[in-house]
Nanobody, 122 residues
Framework: QVQLIESGGGSVQPGGSLRLSCAAS????????MAWFRQASGKEREGIAY???????TTQNSLKSRFKISRDSDKNMVFLQINNLEPEDTAIYYC????????????????WGRGTQVTVSS
């Protein structure tokens, strides 16, 4: 059974940082394209970043300066480091996987976790 379980969300003040984690089971993150998405209330889900099986990453241009995706293949986990959080970052953050090449299309991610809530407010 494939499972993605996110953790690390919470309530933080503007300017703070969070590290979100995604624990995968039933798949190997090293052999999958793994991504982070987010969905704010009343808005469409948007892709943040993904990490290709070969290890290179792609991050949305508007988020590159503050968001960084990484993985730990030994732990079979994927992470999202978010710095200098802004109220506009408030959303549910989802981990997702795409198991079928070619990779790089945001619409091809079809394995999803349940999400972790991030709330940024003073």
């Amino acid at each position: 059974q494939v499972q993605l379980i996110e953790s690390g969300g919470g309530s933080v003040q503007p300017g703070g940082s969070l590290r979100l984690s995604c624990a995968a089971s039933g798949i190997t993150v090293r052999n999958s394209c793994m991504a982070w998405f987010r969905q704010a209330s009343g808005k469409e889900r948007e892709g943040i970043a993904y990490i290709h099986p070969l290890g290179y990453t792609t991050t949305q241009n508007s988020l590159k300066s503050r968001f960084k995706i990484s993985r730990d293949s030994d732990k079979n986990m994927v992470f999202l480091q978010i710095n200098n959080l802004e109220p506009e970052d408030t959303a549910i953050y989802y981990c997702a996987a795409d198991l079928r090449p070619p990779y790089g299309n945001w619409h091809d991610f079809d394995i999803w976790g349940r999400g972790t809530q991030v709330t940024v407010s003073s």
